[in-house]
């Protein structure tokens, strides 16, 4: 049985040390920087990285006197050189939990062995249904109305080296409301990502989050 020993203790519950990963607007990141200043976690966001020099979650980060590097594989004279960088900031920054929110790239294998079981993925929709290469953004709403769906929902899941694929964190379902258009369900959906990435850290920081033989269980 794998119990999570992470850094930083505080009371009962565990004081995490997070790095947000995102490559767009950055919402979920501003969530889960809200629910640290309200008290809902205990946990900060201690780092920030991003593939994109532009991502709304650097410059957010910026305002809020957090660490933040754009760290491209572009910038590197090799993909060695990118992961060696990357795992120094994380190396850095103690960080405890890595936290995808909308980051576009698949992580390094060496990243994802590194932080086995420490690396987490918000997916717009209800895995396993609608994930994987491709899906993403506008393409899952898309792709859950095509079907006919009922209800969508937003998934907190491990990331291992396939696209949305680890084991199943937290979900949590989403109506589909006639008359919705992707846009619609996409703004629907976030509002209940934003209150569920942070519920997810909790989970972490209370030790309810338990890993056996690659499956999760939530005490
Ligand atoms: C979210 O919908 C998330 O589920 C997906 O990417 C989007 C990121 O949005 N993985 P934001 O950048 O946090 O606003």
Known sequence: MLIFA????FGASLVLKLCILASGRGSNLRAIINAYKNGRIKSRVRLVISNNSKSGALSFAGKNNIPNFHLSQKLFNSEKEFVNAFLALLKKYRIDLIVLAGYMKLLDPRIIRKY?????????????EFGGKGM?????HEAVLGAGETESGATVHFVDEAYDHGAIILQKKVKVKAGDTPEKLRKRVLRTEHRLYPEAIKLFEEKKVQVRKGRVFIK
């Open 136 to 140: 993403y953004g506008m393409h899952v």
């Open 116 to 128: 086995k079981n420490k690396i987490i993925n918000i997916h717009p929709a209800l895995l396993p």
């Open 6 to 9: 992470y850094n930083s203790i």
